[in-house]
């Protein structure tokens, strides 16, 4: 247990469906993160939190839409996703974002498959 | 540039045997992290690393944040059944400090 919990573990979803991915922290951290983890390849930063304001946005087209209403929860909601988009996607907090010690705590992901 | 080189990307072992991977850069990073992922689970930090040349262990684990602050090892002694999963390097660039992956090593062990 991390700290970090993310709902649901497993959705599979269809291209005009609209769903939400769902990520609390239980650390008191002030910084919060979105990545997609497809196979053999790095983990890619979607999207960055920091007191509940965005602080980061990777290109990532506009079918991910991130919210996040208070610093222990934040979510990603998906709507006419791609085949393509079907990956873990993973949910982090830490601390803070400026430190090099701010280290960021991983939850267990969801994995997406969108059909 | 900002890529992270993680080799190798699967390793296949005995039992008992000694593992070592690294990953290296031609960027200068401020931090060396490595991290562990289960299958279905999110990585999990094994050893932090925020000194060139800092030498750390965490039980069977030991990493290493290179000098020249552009690579860093993780070797793992006596591997067990549970050492099963994937193994990614991070690190804070040295400008910008921000955090970039390596593609991870892929650890199977036969008992």
């Known amino acids: 247990e991390t700290g970090v919990t993310q709902t649901p573990r497993h959705l599979v979803m269809g291209m005009t469906n609209k769903k939400s991915l769902k990520c609390e922290q239980h650390l008191g951290h002030n910084a919060m993160y979105w990545y997609k983890q497809s196979a053999k390849k790095p983990l890619e930063l979607m999207f960055v939190y920091s007191l509940e304001e965005r602080v980061e946005n990777n290109s990532v087209p506009s079918r991910f839409s991130p919210e996040c209403p208070n610093s222990s929860h934040l979510f990603l909601h998906l709507h006419t996703l791609q085949p393509e988009d079907s990956a873990l996607y993973l949910c982090a907090s830490s601390q803070g974002l400026a430190g090099i010690t701010d280290t960021q705590y991983f939850g267990p992901g969801t994995r997406l498959t969108v059909l | 540039g900002q890529q992270l080189n993680q080799s ?6 005995q039992e008992g045997e000694d593992v070592s991977m ?5 960027s200068i990073f401020n931090t060396w992290l490595w991290y562990k992922q289960d299958p279905g689970e999110g990585p999990v930090l094994l050893i932090a690393l925020y000194k060139a040349g800092e030498l750390t262990s965490n039980g069977r684990l030991t990493a290493q944040f290179g000098i020249t602050r552009k690579d860093s090892f993780l070797n793992i002694s006596a591997s067990i059944p549970s050492d099963v999963g994937i193994y990614f390097c991070a690190g804070h660039l040295e400008y910008g400090n921000k955090l970039v992956f390596g593609a991870g090593t892929i650890l199977r062990v036969k008992s």
Do not use: A, R
């Open chain 2, 8 to 13: 190798p990307q699967s390793m296949f072992i």
């Open chain 2, 22 to 26: 690294n990953c290296t850069s031609s």
